[in-house]
């Protein structure tokens, strides 16, 4: 069983920043892409970020200039840090990941976690 742990969240104020994290468990062979998606009621499952297990990453062109996605391999890890939080951030935060277990590969989501920000 393959499970993505999100943590972090929460309210932060406008202009704020945070952090969210993710940790994969499970018997797991190898993660390719890991990466954080975002969805705010009444619109759809967006991506946010991704970051390969080479570390190249790719960003939301609305998000780029405010964002870091980092992860540790070793730890299956994978971390999303959001300066200057905007009134268009609140959503839902999912993490992602394609892994393989034993043949082929998979995706897999965690819970997700609620970002709001308000002061």
């Known amino acids: 069983q393959v499970q993505l742990v999100e943590s972090g969240g929460g309210l932060v104020q406008p202009g704020g920043s945070l952090r969210l994290s993710c940790a994969a468990s499970g018997i797991i062979f190898n993660i390719y892409d890991m990466g954080w998606y975002r969805q705010a009621p009444g619109k759809q499952r967006e991506l946010v970020a991704r970051?390969?297990?080479?570390?190249?990453?790719i960003y939301a062109d609305s998000v780029k200039d405010r964002l870091t996605n980092s992860r540790d391999n070793a730890k299956k890890t994978v971390a999303l840090q959001m300066a200057s939080s905007k009134p268009e951030d609140p959503a839902v935060y999912y993490c992602n990941a394609r892994l393989s277990r034993s043949v082929g590969i998979e995706g897999y989501w965690g819970q997700g976690t609620q970002v709001t920000v308000s002061s």
């Open positions: 970051i390969t297990r080479s570390g190249s990453t």
